[in-house]
């Protein structure tokens, strides 16, 4: 099992009051699935997002990834555990300004600690698999929305993690520019990776395999998506 | 290889900001600039200072002491003191020679300001030295050409006259003096010599000096109202303080001072001049080392406010570098960088304006400067330490940042 959630929970402490983000998770999720995690805001998704990315760590309950416990680990283990395993594309890209598309997407590289004339060839690979073999010396301001997130996703990529972990990677796009992303994912499904989608549209879920459904801080729902394959 | 490979990364992102940001970048180094410039040139102000003073003084001869009426050194209204001391003579200048076990030579000395001319030439402002043949060891006076006043010359008071280089130029810029009758202050002197070229001595010039017997100085210009400076050359220049003792017991004894009185002469000697010299390049370094730390602290600050700046502007960037991968360790390192890098440019235009400056202070002033390679290194030192303390605390906050909330921050 790639990961496995054993009653999770998640306080946070907003001046006195503590809030209580995540009640008690329990969920497994295999190698090759792809899921999408939704709800409504305030759900605890963004929460199960961070915990489930290494962002965070979680107030009591235990994470398994690749057997390995990550739920107290501290900042630079988990910043390691990000780097290796986890890949991260976010609903607003988070790209460097300054940097071209192949230098974003070498980041994770450099903190690998990866020699310069390797990165580059990876990231290149990267960028290729994505349709950006053209667009590698770009700056992300001189390339349109979609481009932008394939080069998020080329950045996710580069590191061959464990995990593709997408927050709205479709909110700031197009319809049109949106289905041309969930095609690359629907690729990388379908190349071995594991993907996990957080997102509050129906028909972006659909193109998943199972849909885990939060609603203040508990499980729903967790069924498999009929739309989808 | 990781941690080099984190430093030039760390390098090629800091160096991507300040580029960036190349107004904001210039500004912060102002205070670094100034304070660097500051310091490296009164430093050089200094050396250039000390290697003049020294080459200047090393004319006095570090193994003679001059007896005089008058210390070189005075405080305050003592020169009204001093005033008052009896002459020293010619007699009492013999007697010390022949009873001193510690002198080399001692050469008696009067000075008197004369114009000096040849024909239609004639110069202002020389200075007219009566002394004996010992003066050619006590000054370690080396002939140009022609000889000194030997002891015959001396004891005869004949007048002749040894002419320092410039004398002899300008009264004879197209002929040899040699043998030459010449005009010191109205009265005939025969040319026997010329003195070697010595340059200036805290702006006196030491080729305007005419040397003649000193009796024949006493029949012409008066031995009155004149007091004698003695120039005791030391056997060896260990042997200085043991002489200095000595001298100062012979001429108490000569002057016939009781144990209560106080010495009524003064004994100069090189030495002393360093050590005043010294107290006052003292104050010069301590004025150095106060305005440079003032204008670094500020450069400093300066620095650390823009960094924090830049860690604010940057929080996003600081939140998606963790998220893929980088440590505390990483944020921390590339925020050092950038300021040691901010640091280095305040510190490479200081060095360079100092240099500039140093050059134009010593082509336009009489002060020499020089600057040396240690200043160079200095600076280097500052780079890092100036750099590495104002942005630590920066840095810090940056690799401290929560990777969620810096996501999130807009």
Known sequence: MLIQLENITKNYQVGTVTVTALQGIRMDIDHNEYVAIMGPSGSGKSTLMNILGCLDTPSSGSYLLNNNRISDLDDDRLAEIRNREIGFVFQTFNLLPRANALQNVELPLIYRGLPAAKRRTQARDALASVGLADRMDHKPNELSGGQRQRVAIARALVNNPSIILADEPTGNLDSRTGDEIMEIFEGLHEAGNTIILVTHEEYIAEHTDRIVRLRDGLIERDEAANGGH | ?410
């Not at chain 2, 042997?239 to 001429?251: F, R």
């Open chain 2, 1 to 410: 290889m990781k941690i080099v490979i984190a430093i030039w990364e760390g390098m090629k992102i800091a160096f991507d900001a300040l580029r960036s940001y190349k107004m904001r970048s210039t500004l912060t180094t102002l205070g670094i600039i100034i304070g660097v410039t500051t310091v490296i040139t009164i430093v050089a102000l200094i050396q250039g200072l000390n290697k003049a003073f020294t080459n200047q003084i090393s004319s006095l001869g570090s193994d003679t002491l001059y007896i005089a009426k008058f210390p070189w050194m005075m405080e305050g209204n003592s020169f009204w003191v001093y005033r008052n001391r009896r002459n020293i003579t010619v007699k009492e200048a013999e007697k010390l020679a022949d009873l001193s076990t510690l002198a080399q030579a001692v050469a008696p000395t009067l000075y008197t300001n004369r114009p000096i001319k040849f024909q239609e030439n004639q110069l202002e402002g020389a200075i007219i030295v009566g002394t004996t043949e010992q003066y050619l060891i006590t000054a370690g006076f080396v002939p140009e050409y022609g000889r000194f006043l030997t002891a015959n010359d001396v004891s005869h008071n004949r007048p002749v006259v040894v002419l320092g280089s410039e004398i002899a130029e300008k009264l004879f810029p197209n002929s040899d003096p040699l043998g030459k009758r010449i005009t010191l202050g109205g009265h005939k002197f025969r040319v026997i010599g010329v003195r070697e070229k010595r340059g200036t001595f805290f702006g006196n010039n030491l080729d305007a000096y005419a040397y003649i017997p000193i009796g024949a100085f006493q029949s012409r210009f008066g031995a009155q109202f004149r007091s004698v400076e003695i120039a005791v050359k030391v056997k060896s220049p260990e042997l200085l303080d043991e002489a200095e003792l000595e001298l100062t017991g012979l001429m108490r004894r000569i002057r016939g001072l009781s144990g209560d009185k106080e010495n009524d002469f003064a004994v100069n000697k090189q030495v002393a001049l360093q050590d005043t010299y010294q107290r006052l390049t003292g104050v010069l370094w301590a004025v150095a080392i106060g305005v440079g730390a003032i204008s670094l602290l500020v450069g400093g600050i300066g620095i650390m406010n823009i960094l924090l700046v830049s860690v604010t502007e940057r929080t996003r960037e600081i939140g998606v570098r963790k998220a893929v991968g980088a440590r505390r360790g990483d944020i921390l390192l590339q925020f050092l960088i950038e300021s040691v890098m901010i640091c280095a440019l305040g510190v490479t235009i200081g060095v360079v304006l100092a240099i500039g400056l140093a050059k134009v202070i010593s082509v336009t002033t009489p002060l020499p400067a020089s600057i040396q390679l240690w200043v160079v290194f200095l600076g280097l030192g500052f780079v890092f330490a100036i750099g590495l303390f104002f942005g630590i605390y920066p840095a810090s906050k940056a690799a401290r940042l929560n990777p969620i909330e810096a996501l999130r921050y807009e």
